[in-house]
């Protein structure tokens, strides 16, 4: 099996070689830049698995270079973990939107949780490429591979968000899902991470299915389940 690829983007040296090291010593390729227009030329040329991605970067910020990665076709569904000392949840906000996969601040206080974290995220990355590309239920049709979801055959203009959370509830009938769980399956380009924003997220996605709405059930005091 081919070891995991890391890019770690940092332009504070003494941060950088420290999560080099504690990568490297995890078992980790680990590449490093130092502002974000490395970062995108070595993002090209190296496809890394992860990307550890600080905000605050010369030339180019970590939010830009966040929104080109996701531009790319070679780069767009590369894990991004966004390293920031910009704690307020407006700053958190903003990271996901752009696309981030999940924003640490720093200082960092334990590099053993920043390392489940990474590991996490290489689990979520390992269950989407394994499972297949379209699910069929209640005449709904979610396709990974075309980005597209249809009822009875007609299209749904769905957000990445939507598109995601629609597909973790489907592929799974029956099962009640947390707000937590659906948070972490809707990130994205345009999610807000915040306690209760999964239910905007999910009377978004209602209101679009129409007549199918009913199909994502409400589970009181837990969260949201997809009709069995």
């Not at 090291?21 to 227009?37: I, M, N």
């Not at 203009?157 to 707000?179: C, D, N, V, Y």
């Not at 345009?190 to 679009?208: E, N, P, S």
């Amino acid at each position: 099996m081919s070891t995991t690829k890391v890019l770690v983007v940092e332009d504070y040296r003494p941060l950088a070689e420290t999560l080099e090291y504690q990568l490297r010593r995890a078992g980790y390729e680990v590449s490093r830049a130092a502002d974000g227009r490395d970062a995108l030329n070595q993002a090209k040329l190296l496809l890394p698995d992860v990307v550890f991605l600080d905000v605050d970067l010369p030339i180019l910020n970590g939010v830009e270079v966040c929104k080109q990665l996701r531009a790319d076709p070679a780069t767009k569904d590369t894990m991004i973990l966004m390293l920031s000392a910009l704690s307020e949840e407006s700053d958190q906000v903003v990271g996901f939107a752009v696309g981030a996969d999940d924003y640490v601040v720093k200082p960092v206080e334990s590099y053993k949780v920043l390392l489940q974290r990474l590991k996490a995220l290489l689990r979520r990355r390992e269950q989407t490429f394994e499972e297949s590309d379209s699910v069929t239920r209640h005449g709904v049709t979610v396709d990974r591979r075309r980005f597209v979801v249809t009822i009875t055959g007609e299209v749904l203009k769905l957000t990445k968000s939507e598109f995601r959370l629609l597909e973790t509830l489907i592929r799974q009938p029956g099962r009640a899902f947390g707000r937590n769980e659906l948070v972490d399956a809707a990130l994205g380009e345009d999610t807000m991470v915040l306690d209760r924003t999964i239910d905007v997220h999910v009377r978004a996605l209602r209101k679009k299915m129409g007549p199918a709405a009913d199909l994502v059930e409400t589970v009181r005091g837990i969260g949201y389940r997809f009709k069995e």
